[in-house]
C-alpha cells in the first residue's frame, strides 16, 4: 500500500501545485478501485447464494427457498429445524440454482414463487401442477 503525504515535499520544483494534488488523488482513486475488485472477487469466488426447490416425499409439497449453505439448509429442512417444513417430513432437493449474491438469490425465489415462475417450473421440471 502506498502512503501519501499531504504535503508537497519531495515533488519537484518546476510541476504545478495543482497536479501534485490530480496525481495524488489519482493514485488514492486506484487503490481504492484495485481494494473494491478484490474484495468483490473474494466474495464471489467463496460465497454463491442458492435458489433451491425441494419436494416432499410424504405429501408431495413443493418448498422454494434461498439460502448461502445448500448443505445445512437441507439438513435443517430434513431435521425438523424449519417451521413450516418440519410438517410434511422428509424432503429431497429436486432443483438448484447458483447466484453470484443474495440479492439476486432471493429475486430469483420471488419469481418461483409467483405464478408466472411456477409456470416455468411446471415446464422446466416436467411436474404437475403445483
Known amino acids: ?8 515535499e519531495g515533488w519537484p520544483s518546476g510541476f504545478p501545485r495543482r ?3 490530480a496525481v495524488r488523488v489519482r493514485a488514492i482513486v486506484l487503490v481504492a478501485k ?6 468483490t472477487e473474494r466474495h464471489n469466488h467463496y460465497n454463491m447464494f442458492y435458489t433451491y426447490i425441494i419436494l416432499s416425499i410424504k405429501d408431495q409439497k413443493i ?6 449453505d445448500l448443505k445445512r439448509r437441507m439438513k435443517e ?9 418440519s410438517r410434511f417430513g422428509q424432503w ?7 447466484h453470484r449474491n443474495k440479492i439476486l438469490a432471493q429475486r430469483a425465489e420471488q ?6 415462475g411456477r409456470r416455468q417450473l411446471i415446464k422446466k421440471l416436467s411436474l404437475e401442477e403445483f
Open 19 to 21: 497536479a501534485f494534488h
Open 111 to 116: 419469481y418461483y414463487k409467483s405464478s408466472q
Open 1 to 8: 500500500m502506498w502512503y501519501f503525504t499531504s504535503t508537497l
Open 77 to 85: 429442512h430434513n431435521s425438523g429445524k424449519s417451521e413450516y417444513t
Open 92 to 98: 429431497k432437493l429436486i432443483y438448484y440454482e447458483a
Open 34 to 39: 484495485r481494494f473494491a475488485r478484490d474484495v
Open 63 to 68: 418448498y422454494i427457498g434461498s439460502t448461502e
